[in-house]
């Protein structure tokens, strides 16, 4: 949250004395642009050299690189303008704000559904279609990331002005393009911006759609929402019957009523729904309309992000991106960003978990197909340029390729090759130093003899043995040694005697 908001000297006339405006960051050049949107995670050419178990983890870092392209600039300059131009009537000391919620009042005691008075802003919205995989959710999420989510007001040029500001709110259309849902995510982003407990609220009342939709106008009016994106909204076409129309009407509502600009995204599949319902409730809107995302053509936008993403190599060997590599990319992705993150990735994973460690475009063609099978209709679709084609498989949802999927079981299988070939190398080492044990037992056989004592004229052994020598027996030497002692000598003889 943003505290001690710092309001900003606006250049454009329409944008100021107004603190809701005044307390956006500022509004940037197409440079800056660029400059703040860009990801280019750490790269060290020598983890090239650590071990494969290692480097297929890091392959992950591959997913975090974003490089901006020209529609994401163009995006970001459409949002920071929706954003603004909504504000502009929603000024906290403008006399239409107070207007809007004495109507909402009326709307929530009438019968009669909403009142069209005439009053209208100047907001707009737009919807941005586009392909599986283009990237359009990544960019928005960058985008919005510039603007801080909520901002705190507490006094504007002396006057006490104590309020909270909601800049965006990011909501996702449930799978079964259940409103209640989306609805239900609404309250509860609200709830952890805010600290209220609306879905708590709504949930324990079981409050209808209806109270739900007037309830979401008052706080979003209240909460000084500026942008409202609503991401795959192709899944309201599969809402229960009317259900994707009053949506649809909602959203118009709050551009055309409340000031709120409203982004809807979608795959093509979403502009048949938006063909429908939403062009045509939207005809008073004026300025917005469509923003179409295409894949990248083969030139320079495409070689922007392949020498960005490019860079990233984990193999041992170096592989400098030739034409024919290059060439080789663009056909199998078809100039579509999250394919060609996932192909490389996947390709260097298959590079290096086969000890070969080089890319090349053999390779390439292999993994494409083997793990792009899910998108090869579509790829070949777009390589032959049919548009009828195209259109049979634009929605093919890209996610499906499972890539985390093929990673872990590289990773499974290096790091087993690993445990095995530890431990190898520990039963090597344990053998080694077995021999060793062996080697010292043999060589204790083959010890030499201890030395020899030093000899003790009075040993009895010794005595025996230097008599051997001069052939006598034993007895004798020992006689004469003074050990053996006839019995008159014996210390019995005078008692015997
Ligand atoms: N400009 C870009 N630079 C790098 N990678 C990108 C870019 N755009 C998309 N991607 C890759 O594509 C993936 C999917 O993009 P996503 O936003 O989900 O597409 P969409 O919402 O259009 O289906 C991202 O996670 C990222 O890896
Ligand atoms: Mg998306």
Request: aromatic share 8%.
């Amino acid at each position: 949250m943003l505290f001690n908001t710092n309001y900003k000297e606006q250049v454009i006339s329409d944008y100021r004395g107004n603190p809701l405006i005044e307390a956006l960051p500022s509004i940037m050049s197409p440079n800056e642009v660029v400059e703040r949107l860009s990801i280019y995670p750490p790269y060290n050419p020598r983890e090239r050299e650590l071990h494969s178990h290692y480097r297929i983890h890091i392959l992950n870092r591959l997913f975090q690189i974003f490089q901006p392209l020209p529609m994401n600039i163009d995006l970001e300059n459409r949002i920071s303008r929706v954003i603004r131009q909504g504000y502009i009537y929603r000024n906290p000391f403008g006399r239409e704000l107070s207007k809007g919620f004495r109507e909402d009042y009326k709307r929530m005691h009438s019968t009669c559904g909403y009142i069209n008075n005439g009053y209208n802003t100047s907001a707009c919205g737009f919807t941005l279609i586009g392909i599986s995989g283009l990237g359009k959710t990544t960019a928005l999420n960058h985008i919005l990331d510039i603007y801080p989510q909520i901002i705190s007001h507490s006094e504007y040029q002396g006057v006490p002005l104590a309020a909270y500001q909601v800049v965006w709110m990011k909501l996702e259309c449930p799978f079964d393009g259940s409103i209640k849902g989306l609805l239900f995510d609404f309250f509860s982003q609200i709830d952890r911006l805010l600290g209220t407990n609306y879905y708590e609220k709504m949930t324990k009342t079981r409050a209808t759609t209806d109270v739900m939709l007037t309830a979401m106008n008052q706080v979003i009016r209240s909460c000084s929402l500026g942008l409202l994106v609503i991401d795959e909204i192709q899944h309201l076409s599969t809402a229960k019957s009317g259900g994707s129309k009053r949506m649809l009407n909602f959203f118009v509502n709050l551009v055309n009523k409340v000031g709120v600009a409203v982004v809807m995204v979608g795959t093509p599949r979403s502009a048949g729904v938006l063909q429908s319902e939403f062009r045509q409730a939207r005809r008073g809107i004026g300025i917005g309309g469509d923003m179409i995302c295409d894949r990248l053509e083969k030139g320079k936008v495409w070689d922007l992000l392949i020498n960005a993403i490019w860079h990233y190599q984990w193999t041992k060997e170096k592989t400098p991106l030739t034409k024919e590599l290059n060439d080789a990319m663009y056909d199998e992705t078809q100039g579509i960003p999250d394919l060609v993150t996932k192909l490389y990735a996947i390709v260097q994973a298959k590079a290096i978990s086969s000890g070969k460690e080089q890319i090349t475009t053999k390779l390439i063609r292999k993994v494409a197909k083997e793990n792009l099978r899910l998108v090869q209709p579509m790829i070949k679709a777009l390589r032959s340029g049919n548009l009828r084609e195209i259109a049979k498989y634009e929605d093919i949802s890209i996610g499906n390729v499972d890539f985390s999927d093929i990673l872990n079981k590289t990773k499974q299988n290096i790091d087993m090759n690993y445990m095995l070939e530890k431990v190898q190398k520990n039963k090597e080492k344990e053998n080694q130093s077995n021999k060793i044990v062996v080697k010292e037992e043999n060589n204790k056989s083959k010890r030499p003899k201890a030395k020899k004592e030093p000899i003790n004229p009075h040993d009895i052994r010794y005595i025996v043995n230097e008599a051997k020598k001069d052939s006598k027996s034993p007895y004798e030497a020992l006689k004469e040694s003074g050990d053996i002692i006839t019995y008159d000598k014996d210390i019995f003889s005078g008692v015997i005697a």
